[in-house]
């Protein structure tokens, strides 16, 4: 699995399959693994690289302020790398902001840019939320902080229907040799609290998706509204019945949305 060294860190990433670029970015503590229910779908149909975010994975975690301008500073060194002018990037949580700043600051490089679960900038309540994220994993380990994490992570449906996904990839979570170090975990929900785009957001020019789970207690679907009511001409679909994390919940309908709207950029 490919490493470079760009901005004074090693970014780790994966890529695979032919055609027009695509670029998965994972949220909050979370890396490449992240998009293994997208990446076999994408490749079929895209050159697709999927990027461990500085602080997660296999990437370095230097302990300094991590912002999503240094992030997408970060995914534009690894398409450097790989002579990719321009691509479309996914991204979700974290890395929905990443793909804001992208489009934002360096839109030559941008074809389009899907803002899945995610916000203009934190509210109080998240805010809190993650320092106390930060603190239970701080004091009682990865393991708890996990458990907690989950709660937020999945709608309601998932915990009555489907404990097993829920079990699996809580299993993974806590077992993953390359998980967050505390130092990457709490930088990373710094980049989160920090970040503010929503006075810029009109400058966004690109072809833009937006989507927000129905049930998502950690960016509810009145945070994806707003992107869409501030850029121009943004698609924005309330998914049904699915909590923060979709693309896990509904893998296929992600799989289906995501790819038919590049598709149609294409046309």
């Given at each position: 699995?490919?490493?470079?060294?760009?901005?004074?860190?090693?970014?780790?990433?994966?890529?695979?399959?032919?055609?027009?670029?695509?670029?998965?970015?994972?949220?909050?503590g979370?890396?490449?693994?992240?998009?293994?229910?997208q990446?076999p779908?994408?490749?079929?149909?895209?050159?697709?690289?999927?990027?461990?975010?500085?602080?997660?994975?296999?990437?370095s975690?230097p302990?300094?302020?991590?912002?999503?301008?240094?992030?997408?500073?970060?995914?534009?060194a690894?398409?450097?790398?790989?002579?990719?002018?321009?691509?479309?990037?996914?991204?979700?949580?974290?890395?929905?902001?990443?793909?804001?700043?992208?489009?934002?600051?360096?839109?030559?490089?941008?074809?389009?840019?899907?803002?899945?679960?995610?916000?203009?900038?934190?509210?109080?309540?998240?805010?809190?939320?993650?320092?106390t994220?930060?603190?239970?994993?701080?004091?009682?380990?990865?393991?708890?902080?996990?458990?907690s994490?989950?709660?937020w992570?999945?709608?309601?449906r998932?915990?009555?229907?489907r404990?097993?996904?829920?079990?699996?990839?809580?299993?993974?979570?806590?077992?993953?040799?390359?998980?967050?170090?505390?130092?990457?975990?709490?930088?990373?929900?710094?980049?989160?609290?920090?970040?503010?785009?929503?006075?810029?957001?009109?400058a966004?020019?690109?072809?833009?998706?937006?989507?927000?789970?129905?049930?998502?207690?950690?960016?509810?679907?009145?945070?994806g509204?707003e992107?869409?009511?501030?850029?121009?001409?943004?698609?924005?679909?309330?998914?049904?019945?699915?909590?923060?994390?979709?693309?896990?919940?509904?893998?296929?309908?992600?799989?289906?949305?995501?790819?038919?709207?590049?598709?149609?950029?294409?046309r």
């Amino acid at each position: 699995m490919p490493t470079i060294q760009a901005n004074g860190i090693d970014i780790h990433y994966i890529a695979a399959g032919h055609g027009t670029p695509v670029v998965l970015l994972a949220g909050f503590g979370g890396d490449h693994l992240s998009w293994g229910l997208q990446f076999p779908a994408f490749r079929a149909r895209h050159h697709t690289i999927a990027v461990d975010n500085r602080g997660c994975g296999r990437s370095s975690a230097p302990d300094a302020p991590y912002t999503p301008a240094i992030m997408a500073a970060d995914a534009l060194a690894v398409l450097d790398h790989l002579g990719i002018e321009a691509a479309h990037f996914v991204g979700i949580s974290l890395g929905g902001m990443i793909a804001q700043e992208l489009a934002l600051a360096h839109p030559r490089r941008v074809l389009s840019i899907q803002l899945h679960s995610t916000a203009g900038r934190a509210d109080p309540y998240l805010r809190i939320l993650l320092e106390t994220w930060r603190q239970v994993r701080a004091q009682l380990g990865r393991e708890m902080v996990q458990q907690s994490m989950a709660l937020w992570l999945f709608g309601r449906r998932t915990f009555a229907e489907r404990p097993e996904l829920i079990d699996m990839l809580m299993r993974q979570a806590t077992t993953y040799p390359y998980a967050p170090t505390e130092v990457g975990f709490a930088r990373q929900g710094e980049a989160v609290v920090t970040y503010d785009s929503v006075a810029r957001l009109g400058a966004i020019s690109c072809p833009t998706l937006i989507t927000a789970g129905e049930d998502d207690l950690l960016v509810p679907p009145r945070f994806g509204r707003e992107l869409a009511e501030r850029i121009a001409h943004a698609e924005f679909h309330l998914v049904r019945e699915a909590g923060h994390m979709w693309c896990w919940e509904k893998p296929a309908e992600f799989n289906a949305l995501a790819l038919d709207f590049i598709a149609k950029i294409a046309r």
